[in-house]
């Protein structure tokens, strides 16, 4: 178990930064939208499971201007900046509220017998300590011909840095991410109905430590398992990439569940 307090914490005291400089995090909500536009979605309520700034929040207000939303994220601060910097007129606002709500454990949340048309999560799923489970169970809070949709990183990202410790022996420094054959074999076996994409995005930094700091500042740093690497291993690691670009390449899979 970790501390989610702990972690709501840091993303909301990133909010601003995580705003401007989440670009993974953006190119993934823009390319769930994207294909959103070829749903059909049924009438009744949305939900938004970790909105963070609000790079899928403002599409789903635009794109869906017949449904009710609900708009949620673990972390008070940072839905207070995703409300805060969101363009809504007077109707839009009407039909939108905002919960502070831990995604994972929606069953014990006062929505526990609410059901949707739409749920829709962007990089959220990869801070769940069950990730087949949480899946499922959002499954469920689906309305008949409602739409669940995700996206996040698999645990196939990162090869530079897996292979950068390989090669000096010194334990892998980040967080586990989702397995995603594991889930796509979960959803299988549960008989669900769902397609899904997976595509590679990399982004390119001056050099290894530039690259802890960029994710230090997105609020991300918080390590969810297992033992920190000790002084001696990260000054090994950063020095080992401190003169040369260091390249980060995320496995980003995006998923859609039918319910019938």
Not at 135 to 149: D, K
Not at 221 to 231: A, K, N, V
Not at 253 to 260: S, T
Request: aromatic share 12%.
């Amino acid at each position: 178990m970790f501390d989610k307090t702990r972690l709501a914490r840091q993303f909301g005291q990133s909010a601003a930064y995580y705003h401007h400089h989440a670009t993974v995090q953006h190119y993934a909500a823009d390319r769930l939208l994207g294909w959103l536009t070829d749903c059909s979605i049924p009438l009744g309520k949305v939900l938004e499971v970790g909105c963070g700034t609000g790079f899928l929040t403002q599409g789903l207000v635009d794109l869906l201007p017949d449904h009710d939303l609900e708009i949620s994220d673990l972390s008070p601060g940072i839905l207070k900046f995703c409300q805060d910097h969101l363009s809504l007129d007077r109707s839009q606002a009407q039909r939108v509220k905002f919960l502070v709500l831990d995604g994972e454990n929606l069953k014990y949340s006062n929505l526990k017998n609410d059901r949707y048309s739409l749920i829709m999560s962007s990089f959220v799923l990869q801070w769940f300590q069950s990730p087949s489970e949480t899946i499922y169970h959002l499954y469920q809070c689906l309305q008949p011909g409602g739409v669940l949709m995700l996206s996040f990183p698999s645990d196939h990202s990162f090869p530079e840095l897996k292979q950068c410790c390989s090669d000096r022996q010194i334990p892998y420094p980040f967080n586990p991410l989702p397995n995603f054959k594991t889930i796509v074999e979960m959803l299988y076996q549960k008989g669900l109905s769902c397609e899904y994409r997976t595509e590679w995005y990399s982004e390119t930094y001056p050099n290894l430590r530039a690259v802890f700091d960029h994710l230090k500042k997105l609020g991300a740093g918080l390590r969810t398992e297992g033992i920190p690497l000790s002084y001696a291993q990260m000054k090994t690691l950063l020095e080992s990439g401190q003169n040369r670009e260091s390249r980060v390449s995320y496995h980003l899979v995006f998923l859609f569940i039918y319910a019938p």
